[in-house]
């Protein structure tokens, strides 16, 4: 998943910035988010008492601290108090030092030969990730994968209960989804204010989707997770990811690719050095030395 944005404002201010100067692109794990909160190292309250001086997060490290929100769910869930940063990266898959850096955007850096405080380190990664809150989510385009995020279970245990659906064909219209029923396109505006939606996701046909984001960010939708193959142009102020499964799957297809291409190499390599081995005895005739055998130095 990657974040997207085809910006209709700003676009022009950012080139006249840039003119005359040139920048490496920052890798993934150096590219900032905006500022975040601070997270107070004693009681967890953002900016107060001795809190930790906010910083910008990367947009790499924001994808760790996911998956590490959810690993330490389940450690809580299975009644562990502490965990060591070696535990925590393995079952995550990051190197420690990696998630040692990532934690410390957060003003948590453990104690020595104690580790993490499992309940703590929840708490700070609910508050830095913006969790501590919910977040209303509308799907629009109730086919089959919006059907599936409608009736997931999962997103209001996560704090993003799904409050609206909506759909452009009528036999759909009307009709309860997952026990909400579905709003017609034209509704959008209207009902996301009146709902107070913060996310609206995207699953139409690519042809529908720049329209459909258009209407979310009149009804005041500040993100928006896009599962339709195009990029949205969008204002300045609105974040938008998308999720493109073909190419997902395309990365995957480089990977075994690539494997296959070494473990060839790695065969053709060892069949040479094997006939190199067998090749390294000739025959003495061809040498003028007889009918035997001689090893060749």
């Known amino acids: 998943m990657v974040a997207e944005r085809g910006r209709r404002n700003g676009a022009q201010a950012a080139h006249k910035r840039g003119r005359g100067v040139t920048r490496d692109a920052p890798d993934a794990d150096n590219a900032p988010t905006a500022e975040m909160p601070a997270v107070d190292a004693g009681n967890g309250a953002a900016g107060e ?32 108090t502490t965990v060591s940063s070696e535990e925590l990266s393995a079952v995550a898959g990051v190197n420690s030092a990696k998630l040692r850096k990532d934690l410390s955007y957060l003003g948590s850096y453990g104690t020595r030969g104690v580790g993490y405080e499992v309940t703590v380190l929840v708490g700070q990664i609910e508050r830095t990730l913006g969790l501590t809150r919910k977040h209303k989510v509308a799907v ?40 909400l029923p579905v709003s017609h396109l034209d509704d ?25 984001c258009d209407r979310l960010v009149a009804g005041g939708v500040q993100c928006i997770l896009n599962f339709a193959p195009v990029v949205l142009q969008v204002p300045e102020h609105v974040e ?58």
């Open 140 to 179: 629009v385009g109730i086919g089959n994968l919006g059907h599936a995020l409608a009736n997931y279970g999962g997103f209001p245990g996560r704090g993003f209960p799904v409050e609206a659906l909506f759909d452009v064909d009528p036999d759909l219209v009307g009709v309860p989804v997952g026990g």
């Open 49 to 80: 008492g001795d809190a930790v001086r906010a910083k910008a997060i990367p947009e790499a490290a924001v994808a760790r601290l996911a998956v590490y929100l959810r690993v330490l769910s389940g450690m809580a869930d299975q009644g562990a």
């Open 240 to 297: 938008v990811r998308k999720v493109d499964l073909a190419v997902e799957l395309q990365i995957l297809s480089f990977h075994v690719a690539r494997r296959a291409d070494i473990a060839e190499a790695a065969a053709s390599a060892q069949a040479a050095a094997n006939g190199s081995s067998s090749d390294s005895r000739v025959p003495m005739t061809k040498l003028g030395l007889g009918n035997g055998l001689v090893e060749r130095s």
């Open 188 to 212: 959008i505006p209207a009902v996301c204010t009146e709902r107070q939606i913060s996310i609206g996701v995207i699953a139409t046909p690519p042809t529908a989707a720049q329209s459909v």
